[in-house]
């Protein structure tokens, strides 16, 4: 009996020292719990990532000719993806069916317009533009008529994201000095923001579900991936660093909320990952599982429908396209 509050006590010890970092409970979750066990640390547990011995599924490419293309964003109720591409000269927003069918350009400005992505029902594109002289977001249909202006702000606006309903646009903006997560009506109107860290929070992404939005924050040093309640709140660290130099960027919710998607250099290599999330919005314990293993650069991940695979930007073909991984399996075994 002794022995185990002596345990419970340096447990206590444990949880005070690295309650302020982002990565370090997740790693010592399943030491502690051998520990209480009076086992030893399992090093082939949770915590060791093994590397997979093949992609998670089978990729193809869908926009493949000369020139930087990235961003893609998927529409369901379209089967079209939307994505930027400099291809005609400056970055513009273009579209094409996700069989690789129909490209069309969306955008002809000569300023630079960029992050695309679908509202729910497809009918509309939110993006960043610089053409009224700083970065703002602005709305068009899904065949690009109708541009508006959501936002202008002296500042800078960017990176949108639509919530579930369409309601909502959470994106970026540096209206408060430095880039955090700010909330206002598809409709226009008041702008509400939601993080205060001085540190550079971006490119925010809204859980299915509607309750929690992921995001970039460099406020451990590099960028993590975080989430935060769309009413505000404390934001909980969702996927930390695995090593100092590693940096996990680009979050992507699956259609389900069970699995979120993201880049990561944690294997020395920019590829996709993928980590399964709770009913909550809250990440399980289990590690990542590496989807994309080409030596080339993996990033930018979007999902396709019922969790069934992802399209994402690769240069495995030379420069950055836009390519697609069905998976072999589904992801989550009923």
Same mark, same amino acid.
């Given at each position: 009996?002794?022995?185990?509050?002596?345990?419970?006590?340096?447990?206590?010890?444990?949880?005070?020292?690295?309650?302020?970092?982002?990565?370090?409970?997740?790693?010592?979750?399943?030491?502690?719990?051998?520990?209480?066990?009076?086992?030893?640390?399992?090093?082939?547990?949770?915590?060791?990532?093994?590397?997979?011995?093949?992609?998670?599924?089978?990729?193809?490419?869908?926009?493949?000719?000369?020139?930087?293309?990235?961003?893609?964003?998927?529409?369901?109720?379209?089967?079209?993806?939307?994505?930027?591409?400099?291809?005609?000269?400056?970055?513009?927003?273009?579209?094409?069916?996700?069989?690789?069918?129909?490209?069309?350009?969306?955008?002809?400005?000569?300023?630079?317009?960029?992050?695309?992505?679908?509202?729910?029902?497809?009918?509309?594109?939110?993006?960043?533009?610089?053409?009224?002289?700083?970065?703002?977001?602005?709305?068009?249909?899904?065949?690009?008529?109708?541009?508006?202006?959501?936002?202008?702000?002296?500042?800078?606006?960017? %990176?949108?994201?639509? =919530? @579930?309903? /369409?309601?909502?646009? *959470?994106? #970026?903006?540096?209206? &408060? !000095? +430095?880039?955090? $997560?700010?909330?206002?009506?598809?409709?226009?109107?008041?702008?509400?923001?939601?993080?205060?860290?001085?540190?550079?929070?971006?490119?925010?992404?809204?859980?299915?579900?509607?309750?929690?939005?992921?995001?970039?924050?460099?406020?451990?040093?590099?960028?993590?991936?975080?989430?935060?309640?769309?009413?505000?709140?404390?934001?909980?660290?969702?996927?930390?660093?695995?090593?100092?130099?590693?940096?996990?960027? %680009?979050?992507?919710? =699956? @259609?389900? /909320?069970?699995?979120? *998607?993201? #880049?990561?250099?944690? &294997? !020395? +290599?920019?590829? $996709?990952?993928?980590?399964?999330?709770?009913?909550?919005?809250?990440?399980?314990?289990?590690?990542?599982?590496?989807?994309?293993?080409?030596?080339?650069?993996?990033?930018?991940?979007?999902?396709?429908?019922?969790?069934?695979?992802?399209?994402?930007?690769?240069?495995?073909?030379?420069?950055?396209?836009?390519?697609?991984?069905?998976?072999?399996?589904?992801?989550?075994?009923?």
């Amino acid at each position: 009996m002794l022995n185990f509050y002596k345990k419970i006590i340096l447990i206590a010890i444990i949880l005070l020292i690295t309650s302020s970092s982002c990565g370090r409970i997740d790693i010592l979750t399943p030491a502690i719990i051998g520990f209480l066990k009076g086992e030893e640390e399992d090093t082939t547990g949770p915590t060791e990532q093994t590397p997979p011995i093949e992609e998670l599924g089978a990729v193809s490419v869908i926009v493949e000719r000369p020139g930087y293309d990235s961003e893609p964003n998927y529409s369901p109720a379209l089967e079209t993806v939307v994505f930027q591409s400099e291809a005609a000269g400056s970055m513009n927003i273009w579209r094409i069916s996700i069989n690789g069918t129909g490209l069309t350009r969306l955008t002809t400005s000569l300023k630079e317009e960029t992050v695309p992505v679908w509202s729910p029902t497809g009918q509309t594109i939110a993006f960043t533009s610089d053409s009224l002289g700083n970065q703002d977001i602005w709305l068009m249909s899904s065949v690009g008529s109708n541009m508006r202006a959501l936002t202008m702000d002296t500042a800078n606006d960017l %990176m949108p994201d639509f =919530s @579930p309903d /369409g309601a909502l646009v *959470a994106f #970026t903006s540096e209206r &408060s !000095g +430095n880039p955090d $997560i700010w909330i206002m009506p598809a409709a226009g109107g008041t702008a509400t923001r939601l993080t205060f860290e001085d540190a550079r929070d971006f490119r925010p992404r809204w859980s299915p579900n509607g309750n929690r939005i992921a995001f970039v924050s460099n406020r451990n040093g590099h960028n993590e991936i975080w989430t935060i309640p769309v009413t505000g709140g404390t934001p909980e660290c969702a996927i930390p660093l695995v090593g100092a130099a590693s940096e996990n960027d %680009m979050p992507a919710w =699956s @259609p389900s /909320g069970n699995f979120l *998607a993201f #880049t990561s250099n944690r &294997s !020395g +290599n920019w590829d $996709i990952w993928i980590k399964e999330f709770d009913i909550n919005g809250r990440p399980r314990v289990l590690p990542p599982v590496q989807a994309s293993l080409d030596n080339r650069s993996d990033t930018g991940p979007a999902w396709l429908g019922d969790d069934g695979g992802i399209i994402f930007v690769s240069t495995r073909g030379g420069d950055p396209d836009i390519w697609r991984m069905d998976f072999f399996e589904p992801l989550m075994k009923k």
